[in-house]
T-cell receptor, first 114, second 109 residues
């Protein structure tokens, strides 16, 4: 693989169910991020991780959890999905030592909670 | 509070020039980014400004004025494939990106 992959591509989920969105990068970037994108709103940061073993809360963390057991993987879990979590979810990564700290994005997961 | 403002939608003609403006108020400043996002796809990096002035990259240029909290993205010789949303984002004091809602650019033949 090259870059960032996300799975699944899309998912329809019943409210109350648990769901994990997967994200894997092969660029050896130290930082990883989870965003949600809703119509008319900018990308909103859910959680981030500046290095393996550490995580932090973003702007909209409630209802979501993350883990960063290694450099490559950064799964996002919805413990009990609610309809307001219907959104497109993007995972991103960056090299914080680079001059730009430019973020690279995965293809996204379109999640619908009914 | 932190705020990024950019127009919701703009329309331009193929072959013409368009300027997309972005104004920002953030806690700290660690660079301003422009990303392009085609419908149904992921954002992709276009440009980065950290010092005042103009950065040129082919048909695309980006300008920054830190004192005014202002940037613009200039697209020249517009092509139909430039139809996309353009996202302005600012690095805050924690090096997290604060994103604008994006400007949808419609190119007409």
């Amino acid at each position: 693989i090259a870059g960032i992959t996300q799975a699944p591509t899309s998912q329809i989920l019943a409210a109350g169910r648990r769901m994990t969105l997967r994200c894997t990068q092969d660029m050896r970037h130290n930082a990883m991020y989870w965003y949600r994108q809703d119509l008319g709103l900018g990308l909103r940061l859910i959680h981030y991780s500046n290095t393996a073993g550490t995580t932090g809360k973003g702007e909209v963390p409630d209802g979501y959890s993350v883990s960063r057991a290694n450099t490559d993987d950064f799964p996002l879990t919805l413990a009990s999905a609610v309809p307001s979590q219907t959104s497109v979810y993007f995972c991103a990564s960056s090299n914080m030592e680079s001059s730009y700290n430019e973020q690279f994005f995965g293809p996204g997961t379109r999640l619908t909670v009914l | 509070g932190q705020n990024i403002d950019q127009p919701t939608e703009m329309t331009a003609t193929e072959g013409a020039i368009v300027q997309i403006n972005c104004t920002y108020q953030t806690s700290g400043f660690n660079g301003l980014f422009w990303y392009q996002q085609h419908a149904g796809e992921a954002p992709t990096f276009l440009s980065y400004n950290v010092l005042d002035g103009l950065e040129e990259k082919g048909r695309f240029s980006s300008f920054l004025s830190r004192s005014k909290g202002y940037s613009y993205l200039l697209l020249k010789e517009l092509q139909m494939k430039d139809s996309a949303s353009y996202l302005c984002a600012v690095g805050d004091s924690n090096y997290q990106l604060i994103w604008g809602a994006g400007t949808k650019l419609i190119i007409k033949p």
